[in-house]
T-cell receptor
């Protein structure tokens, strides 16, 4: 069965420090991968979307970047965090529809607080 | 960009009441998905719909794929406190089947 791992669960970082959040998927190949940010009680803001290794689509201008160095690994990074980067970050994968369904499955999320 | 509009934005109901929410788009979708997000966790898939007019149940939840393929509905019967959370609709778009999520409906249930 497919699983998705996202870590860490919580993170407190000072302003100006770097960030690296990692997400890995098991049990599937060539998934679509997503990074979302969510403010408290609000909707899902899509940050980055990837359809393959090295293929990253940035959905909104921001202080963050994403990389996909391996098929099932998706990394969210920042060189210098801002206070406004605080939030709940979610990684997700979905099928492409070519060999299975298109449903998305989410990690447990990372609560980032920039202080 | 493409957006799925959910209504209502939030609902505050009494335990035992039935709940209805919907999701609409200006574009056609071939799949509709409904998710629930508990506080502090990632969204979890509740129901998937694959055909126009399809009606699917999961316990007290029932979802329908609209005939026009531009909308979908989720009903919760006899709500309980653990139904609290944010409900999202979603659908795949484009050649890569990128998932588009709705704006969410926040549900609060008063015991």
């Amino acid at each position: 069965s497919q699983t998705i791992h996202q870590w860490p669960a919580t993170l407190v970082q000072p302003v100006g420090s770097p960030l690296s959040l990692e997400c890995t998927v098991e049990g599937t190949s060539n998934p679509n991968l997503y990074w979302y940010r969510q403010a408290a009680g609000r909707g899902l803001q899509l940050l980055f979307y990837s359809v393959g290794i090295g293929q990253i689509s940035s959905e909104v201008p921001q202080n963050l970047s994403a990389s996909r160095p391996q098929d099932r690994q998706f990394i969210l990074s920042s060189k210098k965090l801002l206070l406004s980067d605080s939030g709940f970050y979610l990684c997700a994968w979905s099928g492409t529809g070519r060999t299975g369904g298109t449903e998305a499955f989410f990690g447990q999320g990372t609560r980032l607080t920039v202080v | 960009g493409q957006q799925l509009n959910q209504s209502p934005q939030s609902m505050f109901i009494q335990e035992g009441e039935d709940v209805s929410m919907n999701c609409t788009s200006s574009s056609i979708f071939n799949t509709w998905l409904w998710y629930k997000q508990d506080p502090g966790e990632g969204p979890v898939l509740l129901i998937a719909l694959y055909k126009a007019g399809e009606l699917t149940s999961n316990g007290r939840l029932t979802a329908q794929f609209g005939i026009t393929r531009k909308d979908s509905f989720l009903n919760i019967s006899a709500s309980i406190p653990s139904d609290v959370g944010i409900y999202f609709c979603a659908g795949p778009r484009g050649a890569t089947n990128k998932l588009i999520f709705g704006t969410g409906t926040l549900l609060a249930v008063q015991p």
